[in-house]
């Protein structure tokens, strides 16, 4: 099976722009969500979406969207971009999101806002 | 809310064995999870604890007390390999799904 894919590796923005991300799970995997990763912040929660819902979302500005398709492939979108941002943003899936399930991780998309 | 805490550095010999302290604070513990990455790559899933007591997966083994809200991993057999990121995530029952609470990370150097 295909690993979790995500799209762009590499992404450099400037302040004010926006960006799209993309990320597609493993095979069957209905869960998708999203983590923001930096170094002083470690790994923080953004939003999870099931079946086309968000289900949970994290303390981040309304800035930060996101999306799911019908096959399960998630986007997330950052608009106005600020330098804060930039960090390894981190999508995982899992089958059903169930209590002791575990999250399969992507490589990531390392944005670098200048 | 939730709060996480886990050393941020540790330094090991190769061929030894290391403990990886994870304590955390949370209303509704619904499991913890210990996920290793290396560096520039992906969070890998180490294991899973949700009852108290030990967990033990080959040269890996991870333990929970519930009440204490303490968690370690523990390697033996160190392997040069084994140099990595080591990250604590504690779920919630208000959580549903996949909100996961992260700690900040032990980076672990294992040296010849």
């Known amino acids: 099976k295909a690993g979790v894919t995500q799209t762009p590796r590499y992404l450099i923005k400037t302040r004010g722009q926006q960006v799209t991300l993309s990320c597609s799970p493993i095979s069957g995997h209905r869960s998708v969500s999203w983590y923001q990763q930096t170094p002083g912040q470690g790994l923080q929660f953004l939003f999870e979406?099931?079946?086309?819902?968000?289900?949970n979302k994290g303390n981040f500005p309304g800035r930060f969207s996101g999306r799911q398709f019908s096959n399960s492939r998630s986007e997330m979108n950052v608009s106005t971009l600020e330098l804060g941002d930039s960090a390894l943003y981190l999508c995982?899936?899992?089958?059903?999101?169930?209590?002791?399930?575990?999250?399969?991780f992507g490589s990531g998309t390392q944005l670098s806002v200048l | 809310g939730q709060n996480i805490d886990q050393p941020t550095e540790m330094t090991a010999t190769e061929g030894a064995i290391v403990q990886i302290n994870c304590t955390y604070q949370t209303s509704g513990f619904n499991g913890l999870f210990w996920y290793q990455q290396h560096a520039g790559e992906a969070p890998t899933f180490l294991s899973y604890n949700v009852l108290d007591g030990l967990e033990e997966k080959g040269r890996f083994s991870s333990f929970l007390s519930r009440s204490k809200g303490y968690s370690y991993l523990l390697l033996k057999e160190l392997q040069m390999k084994d140099s990595a990121s080591y990250l604590c995530a504690v779920r919630a029952h208000n959580n549903a799904g996949n909100m996961l609470t992260f700690g900040g990370g032990t980076r672990l150097m294992v040296k010849p």
């Open positions: 979406y099931f079946s086309e819902t968000q289900r």
């Open positions: 995982a899936s899992s089958s059903m999101g169930g209590d002791n399930e575990k999250l399969f």
